[in-house]
């Protein structure tokens, strides 16, 4: 099974693809979607729709996983992090991927063991986990991460694949 993860940003929106056979996990691509800052809030949702799109063109995954929305003391940056994470969702919803959404202390205890890990941790980890990848950035990583948990807890079959893994 392919899997897109996505790390959801206005600014930089993290994505990484792997491949889940037989409760082993493959590398296979990660980026950044970025829109520009000086454009309209509806000029950078539509770029980003439109490269996530273009993700999901080239990699044709299975399924998807995304993070859910944490709120922070910034009223105006969630919401707009709310918003991009919205694109992201219509966008694999469009392409007809299942969708599993993951709290950020979730999959950082996933993949580093810590709810609270730190991003170098979780970059760290996810080289371990998926050798040979090398993450374009923090975002990816996160991307990867996200990933790595759908493909342990996501879909109908979550539990199925998290029993393979430990056995």
Not at 79 to 108: D, F
Not at 135 to 145: E, F, I, N, R, S
Request: charged residues 20%; positive net charge.
């Amino acid at each position: 099974m392919r899997i897109l993860g996505i790390d959801p940003g206005l600014r930089t929106l993290g994505w990484g693809v792997i491949e889940s056979q037989n409760g082993r996990l493959r590398h296979v691509a990660n980026g950044l979607c970025k829109s520009q800052a000086s454009d309209d809030l509806a000029i950078r949702l539509l770029s980003l729709n439109r490269q996530i799109a273009a993700v999901i063109a080239e990699f044709a995954p299975d399924e998807a996983g995304i993070e859910q929305t944490f709120v922070n003391k910034d009223g105006v940056a969630t919401l707009k992090l709310g918003q991009a994470r919205g694109v992201a969702l219509l966008t694999l919803a469009q392409a007809g991927l299942p969708i599993g959404e993951y709290a950020p202390n979730r999959v950082k205890k996933t993949v580093v063991g810590v709810g609270h890990a730190e991003k170098d941790q979780v970059l760290h980890m996810v080289k371990i986990q998926l050798p040979g990848c090398n993450p374009a950035g923090p975002d990816a990583a996160d991307a990867l991460a996200i990933a790595i948990c759908h493909a342990l807890y996501g879909g109908t079959n979550g539990a199925m694949r998290l029993r393979e893994v430990r056995a």
